[in-house]
């Protein structure tokens, strides 16, 4: 089944404590980016890549960090978690032309305390 | 700058009333539009996309949206509600924009459908 898959599903961590969102996408996607929503805002992009080692920064790139070392991998990195960042994050990849949208993971969502 | 706009936060149908959604963008370039369904605790749904062609598209679950150019505007529609329609929907522009496949969203429609 073609999906993206993120885990964890839930996470509660305390403030500057590094965490790790995987990313994992089976349809040969180039593009991938991560997405954070929140009430009355919509989905925000933090960040975004085109394809392997090519990654760039979205709207909301403050506090976070990605990598992609693989085609079908894109990690969001938390390296000092703080309040601002409790959200609901969607990872999410597409093909490489404008007219496919994004298939979207099933959600993080993260609580910072 | 690129942006979309859905003018209502909340709207509220009974089951079986027809339903429109609203959505407006400004984009430089011919635009790809989209509509995502969020039920609760879930992810994004695709519902239907437009990019060129007829301007009216339809969609999974018995949507249909019609691009019009001149208002810029995108709107979603259902003829009649169903119960399980009731989610928060997002309209979403989106293209090639320096080479990279940008999608923007609004801030969403929160339905709710009375029985």
């Known amino acids: 089944e073609a999906q993206v898959t993120q885990n964890p599903r839930y996470l509660i961590t305390v403030t500057g404590k590094k965490l790790t969102v995987t990313c994992s996408q089976n349809?040969?996607?180039?593009?991938m980016s991560w997405y954070r929503q929140d009430p009355g805002l919509g989905l925000r992009q933090i960040y975004y890549?085109?394809?392997?080692?090519?990654?760039d920064k979205g709207d909301v790139p403050e506090g976070y960090k990605v990598s992609r070392k693989e085609k079908r991998n894109f990690p969001l990195i938390l390296e000092s978690p703080s309040p601002n960042q409790t959200s609901l994050y969607f990872c999410?990849?597409?093909?490489?032309?404008?007219?496919?949208?994004?298939?979207f993971g099933s959600g993080t969502r993260l609580t910072v305390v | 700058a690129q942006s979309v706009t859905q003018p209502d936060i909340h709207i509220t149908v009974s089951e079986g009333a027809s339903l429109e959604l609203r959505c407006n963008y400004s984009y430089g370039a011919t635009p790809y539009l989209f509509w995502y369904v969020q039920s609760p605790g879930q992810g994004l749904q695709l519902l239907l996309k437009y990019f060129s062609g007829d301007t009216l598209v339809q969609g999974i679950k018995g949507f249909e949206a019609e691009f019009k150019r001149s208002q810029s505007s995108f709107n979603l529609r259902k003829p009649s509600v169903h119960w399980s329609d009731a989610a928060e929907y997002f309209c979403a522009v989106g293209g090639l924009s320096g080479g990279y496949n940008k999608l923007i969203f609004g801030a969403g429609t929160r339905l709710a459908v009375h029985p």
């Open positions: 999410a990849s597409s093909q490489s032309t404008g007219s496919y949208g994004y298939t």
């Open positions: 890549s085109m394809n392997v080692e090519v990654t």
């Open positions: 349809m040969n996607h180039e593009y």
